[in-house]
């Protein structure tokens, strides 16, 4: 086969090597167009699993990079006078240029034809090549050749960055975070050889301008950054490699995704690979890692599938689905990485603690977890778990229990006068099983045995301020004094029989009233005995399908907050120990707060601060009703996933009228305003509107949506990107979903009702067996992959 690299940066140079190494009697050339053995850059990062998986492909390669790379396990912070070390993490740093030489000399030694000095700007100019490999970076002209074909997505971030070195030498993947007057820089450094270190200088865009660095030449820029570090760099110098570039030398960051990675011209099959397919922010120093692995996998789909000309479509094919997967996966990870540099000046910087800032930062990619912290320092997270037990038990006013300090996610919690024993909260859910919105048995079974799994917050679910105000007939109200009666016979029952608190949300469903229970068909209007509905203004939910609303009259508006400050004034006579507000998923309060849903031209529309203002005039109503030392959350929509809707921007500022109105907590959930919505689901994914409301707007939060684990909860309130986690349908599967967690992770002090204890010893120690057998058996699979490696 014949096959040209267009481009000699990592990726050509490696699969180069890797399909000679296969077959001695392909054609292969790498066209490059810098000078031989010269290259840009300074050092570039690769993971411990990344030269396992060179080991396995080119041993000989694999060896001279290990001799030449510096390898290291901890990653050390310095922040606001403190510095704090983890241990673990395994990179391995080497120069790019070193890397690049290690290549060519292997391509050489191989039978690879090296071109230098060679401008290639179309793959035209090798129409005999089989194959092209389109290696030629994050500006490649093959790709913007295509472009039509490749599709490509290319998005510039707002940060800028300065690729520098130094001669200090450091022992650590190492940050340093410094104030100035204007904003927060940050810095990346790495040691990646004997005597050199890279040390890159970032910063958001507006303190990189108010500091006149946008109009800096690049001496300027480095006298700059050697001021800025002073106290670490201890008078060694910052130094450049790129006086190539014109101008200050600071660049943004361009994240590259291209839809299609292959193209046949009639001639030759053309393939892009490395950055100019798909690029991965230096923050969890990925690019260089993604190159290498692509290289590796198009050589084992040849292997695979064989190097005959009518099998390249289908190796391509194959190639790009197979890596399409781990590179979303990774650049997943990435883009959270970067958007936390970008964000951490305004957003954490200044809001947490170093120890917590320490945290957030190992897990900002979200791949490290609590528990993977666990694993690659267990002194560290042990160490950062009694600080926080401390802190918890600091602000909650309880005693720090002896041993063992405990998980974040079972460390106590208090607002206003409720002390919560854990952060785990079981969240609000519909269960359309009222009759005449009386709270029945039902209610008593389903509610109290989730007060007696584990979990610190029971919340009833949405529990309406009128008849009318139901989404169903089946929903709960407190809008009759029977009402009361029940809900005071749940309280009762979870107060006398667990350490749980009792939570009520109140709501009313404005143009999403009416309908069916859902397994009669969801958001259906009833066959028959439909009553009218209210909302901002006149709304269709399911357009052609739903009963049509009115909108609110001003007498409306005084009629229904005098409903909701009934039921608020009802919630505290049946014992509830917590109340929410439910202005969230398009019912009425959400209804009003949401641009899709509210046309008025009234002060109650137009503007955010019009819109909210309704919102806010009955929190304010009930919070003068609900007796002062207990505390009042209220939920909202985020985000609503249809262009022109509610935005995570407008969510803090939603989140800032609550809080000046005297909300203790925001409970951040997300759509169901339109049936147009197109949420990104996946883990954990409505937890970053929690993040920013917390850390920007400076108020509690909730976070819920696709909490499914202990390690989940653990991370995110150990990073400070929540207060409380609201776990759904995983306790409508066990009621006793935190017990069972807590046991899994082999935390035991968590109290059992006494009735079931002697289940507790059983189940803990079946989950340890069970922890045991699947040690063993990574052992054992750890030691056949390094026989294989010849290890």
């Known amino acids: 086969m014949k096959i040209v690299c267009i481009g000699g940066g990592p990726a050509g140079l490696y699969f180069a090597l890797l399909m000679k190494k296969q077959d001695a009697s392909h054609d292969i050339t790498v066209v490059e167009r810098n000078l031989p053995y010269d290259t840009f850059g300074w050092g570039v990062v690769l993971s411990d699993a990344t030269m396992d998986n060179m080991r396995l492909w080119d041993p000989a390669t694999a060896a001279t990079i290990e001799h030449a790379f510096n390898h290291w396990d901890d990653i050390e912070l310095h922040f606001k006078g403190h510095t704090i070390r983890s241990g673990g993490h395994g990179f391995v740093g080497i120069g790019r240029k070193k890397l690049l030489n290690i290549l060519q000399a292997r391509c050489e030694i191989l039978g690879v034809k090296l071109v230098f000095e060679r401008e290639v700007t179309s793959a035209d100019e090798y129409p005999d090549a089989d194959l092209i490999i389109a290696s030629d970076g994050i500006n490649s002209r093959i790709r913007n050749e295509h472009v039509a074909v490749f599709k490509p997505d290319i998005v510039g971030r707002p940060n800028r960055y300065i690729w520098l070195g130094t001669h200090k030498l450091y022992d650590a993947f190492t940050f340093l975070f410094e104030k100035t007057e204007h904003g927060w820089f940050q810095a990346h450094i790495y040691k990646f050889d004997e005597t050199t270190t890279t040390f890159i200088v970032e910063a958001p865009e507006d303190v990189w301008k108010a500091h006149g660095l946008d109009r800096a030449d690049q001496d300027e820029s480095i006298a700059f950054c050697e001021r800025l570090f002073a106290d670490n760099l201890q008078g060694a110098k910052l130094m450049t490699n790129a006086r190539h570039l014109r101008g200050s030398a ?111 930062m ?62 785990v909260v079981v969240s609000p859910m519909a269960q359309y099983s009222a009759v005449d919105g009386v709270a029945g048995d039902f209610h008593l079974a389903h509610l109290g045995a989730r007060a007696l799994g584990g979990a610190a917050l029971v919340f009833a679910e949405m529990t309406c301020v009128s008849a009318e105000g139901r989404i169903t007939p089946g929903c709960a109200g407190l809008y009759k004094p029977e009402h009361v009666t029940a809900f005071k016979r749940v309280a009762d029952f979870i107060h006398t029989h667990s350490d749980a608190k009792f939570a009520i949300q109140i709501g009313h469903a404005g143009a999403k009233a009416s309908t069916r229970v859902p397994w009669e068909g969801a958001d259906q209007p009833l066959v028959a005995g439909n009553w009218p509905l209210i909302s901002a203004s006149p709304q269709q939910y399911l357009e052609g399908v739903s009963d049509t609303s009115r909108a609110m009259t001003r007498a409306d508006m005084d009629a229904v907050t005098a409903d909701f400050v009934r039921t608020a004034a009802w919630a505290a006579e049946a014992g509830a120990d917590w109340l929410e507000l439910h202005c969230a998923h398009g019912y009425l309060l959400s209804s009003f707060i949401s641009p899709l849903t509210n046309q008025r031209t009234d002060e109650y529309g137009g503007s955010l601060a019009n819109r909210v203002r309704y919102p806010v005039e009955v929190f304010k109503a009930i919070r003068a009703v609900w007796p002062d030392h207990l505390p009042i959350s209220v939920r909202i929509s985020a985000h609503d996933w249809v262009e022109g809707g509610i935005t995570p921007d407008d969510a803090v500022e939603i989140a800032r009228h609550f809080k000046a109105a005297g909300a203790d907590m925001i409970d951040c959930s997300s759509g169901q305003v339109s049936p147009l919505q197109k949420p990104v689901y996946g883990r954990m994914y409505q937890t970053p509107f929690a993040d920013r409301i917390r850390n920007e707007a400076g108020i509690a939060t909730i976070a819920v949506g696709a909490i499914s684990e202990a390690d989940h909860i653990n991370s995110i309130i150990a990073a400070g990107r929540a207060d409380l986690c609201a776990v759904a349908r995983p306790h409508l599967a066990n009621p006793a979903w935190t017990l069972m967690e807590a046991a899994r992770i082999g935390y035991h002090a968590l109290p059992w009702p006494k009735q079931y204890l002697s289940a507790k010893s059983q ?20 030691d056949q992959a390094n026989r294989a490696l010849g290890v």
């Open 362 to 423: 190992l897990t900002r990619s979200q791949r490290i977890s609590h528990e993977n912290l666990r694993l690659r320092d267990r002194a560290w997270l042990e160490g950062f778990e009694h600080w926080f037990a401390e802190s918890a038990a600091a602000q909650s006013g309880t005693q720090l229990p002896a041993g063992d300090a405990p998980p974040p996610m079972f460390t106590p919690y208090k607002l206003r006068s409720v002390v919560l024993k854990n952060r």
């Open 763 to 782: 189940l803990e120690r079946n989950l340890e067996r069970e922890r045991a057998l699947a040690e063993a058996a990574g052992a054992a699979g750890a």
């Open 250 to 360: 600071w660049l943004n960051f361009q994240r590259v995704k291209c839809e299609q990675w292959s193209y046949f011209n009639g001639s030759s099959h053309i393939v892009l690979m490395g950055d100019a397919v798909h690029t991965a922010h230096f923050a969890i120093g990925s690019g260089t890692k993604l190159a290498l692995e692509d290289a590796i996998e198009l050589t084992r789909q040849f292997n695979e599938h064989g190097t005959a000309p009518e099998h390249i479509p289908e190796v391509l094919e194959r190639y790009q689905a197979l890596r399409n997967i781990d590179v979303l996966r990774l650049q997943n990870a990435a883009w959270n990485a970067m958007e936390w540099f970008e964000v951490v000046g305004h957003r954490y910087a200044d809001t947490l603690p170093p120890e917590q800032f320490m945290y957030s």
